[in-house]
């Protein structure tokens, strides 16, 4: 397995903390919710991994939904949202 590096550094990333399951009829995989706009660099790095990102908004909070092939390969630099009792557990989110 390839390994991944990131520069600037993850910990400049913080999950989105209403994340929610992405369902657009064909995903499979994970969705991961991170801070839009993303750290300098990290958007043409994801491309390149052949990721999708799309701007979300809830609540007048801002995130980038990424989608595509490994995405749980960032999920053990992200600390997952706080669940408050909902299925927001996590960051780890099945489509």
């Given amino acids: ?8 550094k993850p910990g ?3 999950p989105c903390p209403w994340a929610r ?5 064909v995903g499979i ?3 991961l919710a991170v801070p ?4 300098y660099g990290l958007a043409p790095w994801l491309r390149s ?3 999708i990102m ?3 908004c809830d609540r007048n909070q801002w995130a980038v939904i990424v989608k595509g092939p490994g995405c749980e390969r960032l999920l053990h630099w ?4 706080a669940g408050h009792g909902s299925y927001t557990a996590g960051n780890y989110l099945p489509s």
């Fill in 1 to 8: 397995m390839e390994q991944l590096e990131l520069d600037p």
């Fill in 12 to 14: 400049q990333l913080k």
């Fill in 21 to 25: 399951p992405h369902r657009d009829g």
């Fill in 29 to 31: 995989g994970v969705v």
């Fill in 36 to 39: 839009c706009p993303l750290p």
């Fill in 49 to 51: 991994q052949g990721w």
């Fill in 54 to 56: 799309e701007a979300a």
């Fill in 78 to 81: 992200l600390k997952p949202p």
